[in-house]
C-alpha cells in the first residue's frame, strides 16, 4: 500500500508569510465563529460575556462587531447592526463572514487594526 493510492499528493509548501489582510479576515472570521457558536448555544447576551450580540428591554437585538476590543465603524458613526431576532442575528452574522471572506470588510478591518496599533507607540 503505497501513500500515492491513498491520497492525492503535491509537492506544495505553506508560504512562510501571509499577507496582513489576510490575517486580519482569518482572525475577524475566527470571531464571527465564535459568536455563531454562541448564538446558536442558545447563549446569547445573559450570560456570555465576550459576546457581539445583546437584546434591549423593546426585543429589538443588536450586534457590535469588533476587531479586538475595538468595536468596527461600519459606516461613519455606525456601529451595530439592528436584527429583528435571534435567527435574523444568526443570517447577519454570517453575511459579516461572507463579505469578510470576500475581502468586502478589508478597509474597515485595516482602520480598526491602524486604532489599535497607534496605541501601543505611546
Not at 512562510?16 to 447576551?45: C, E, H
Amino acid at each position: 500500500m503505497t501513500l500515492e493510492k491513498q491520497f492525492n499528493l503535491d509537492a506544495a509548501e505553506k508560504p512562510k508569510t501571509t499577507q496582513p489582510s489576510q490575517q486580519r479576515r482569518q482572525k475577524f472570521i475566527a470571531a464571527i465563529d465564535k459568536q455563531l457558536a454562541g448564538m446558536q448555544a442558545g447563549n446569547a447576551s445573559k450570560t456570555w460575556k465576550s459576546t457581539w450580540v445583546w437584546q434591549t428591554s423593546k426585543g429589538d437585538w443588536f450586534i457590535s462587531p469588533r476587531y479586538g476590543r475595538t468595536p468596527l465603524e461600519l459606516a461613519p458613526g455606525l456601529t451595530a447592526i439592528k436584527c429583528s431576532d435571534a435567527e435574523d442575528v444568526v443570517q447577519n452574522l454570517e453575511k459579516l463572514k461572507n463579505l469578510t471572506s470576500d475581502g468586502k470588510l478589508d478597509a474597515v478591518l485595516e482602520t480598526a487594526a491602524s486604532e489599535i496599533r497607534s496605541r501601543f507607540g505611546k
